[in-house]
């Protein structure tokens, strides 16, 4: 490969757009079923403690900061309240005294992108988060419709290391569908300059236009002459 063609290779390899990393919806599915495979037909207590995939731990707290006590609940398949037909949801605090905190077992910090949340027993879910970060703490109240739909919050929250939620009104309503991920702390590489850009910008025309006429050569065959 001759030096041109290498710069040329390079700059398509620079236009090539990133993959985005996958991200982790968590839900509940798995808990429809106890472990004998019964199919829950109800409201079911899964006690104060709730380990996640991923790493993730759902707990339920007093408004005095004390963890580990109440229980966490959740709606099976056959409820007639239940959103998720055919899988599972969490009610996270059924009396207003409890709060829910959202964090990860081995304290690395997360990202919180979207929740779904619909009402339960004709009550909508009126759920008030608290998120804290090293970066700042901040608050957010959404309120759903009181029909077990779900709906989808975005609060796109990162570098977290907790999440409280608490209810402001008859209650929480029922979750489902956590998208969360492991906090990336933003490259410390400096952004390139103006002059940089523009280089990279040319480099990425010509790569283009060079595999365009690439492509157009080895299409077009000559005739054979008789």
Not at 84 to 98: E, K, N, Q, R
Request: proline share 6%; with cysteine; charged share 15%.
């Amino acid at each position: 490969m001759n030096f041109v063609r290498f710069v040329l290779v390079f700059a398509l390899g620079l236009c090539n757009p990133i993959v985005a990393k996958a991200l982790m919806v968590v839900d509940f599915d798995n808990m429809a079923r106890d472990s004998n495979g019964f199919v829950w037909q109800d409201i079911y207590p899964v006690g104060p403690t709730l380990n996640l995939a991923g790493g993730f731990l759902i707990e339920t707290c007093g408004y005095s900061g004390r963890c580990g006590s109440g229980n966490l609940m959740v709606a099976g398949r056959n409820n007639i309240y239940q959103a998720d037909i055919g899988g599972a949801t969490l009610i996270p605090a059924p009396y207003s005294d409890i709060v829910v905190k959202l964090s990860r077992a081995d304290r690395k910090p997360f990202d919180f992108y979207s929740i779904d949340i619909a009402g339960f027993n004709g009550d909508g879910g009126a759920v008030a988060f608290t998120f804290y970060s090293p970066d700042y703490t901040t608050e957010l109240r959404v309120l759903s419709g009181p029909d077990p739909v779900l709906q989808t919050f975005d609060l796109d929250k990162l570098n977290l290391e907790a999440v409280f939620m608490s209810t402001y009104a008859a209650g929480m309503g029922q979750f489902d569908n956590l998208v969360l991920d492991l906090y990336s702390a933003p490259s410390d590489v400096p952004e390139p300059s103006t002059p940089m850009l523009w280089l990279v910008s040319a480099l990425c025309a010509i790569g283009m236009a060079f595999k365009e006429s690439s492509a157009s050569h080895a299409t077009a065959k000559p005739h054979r002459q008789c």
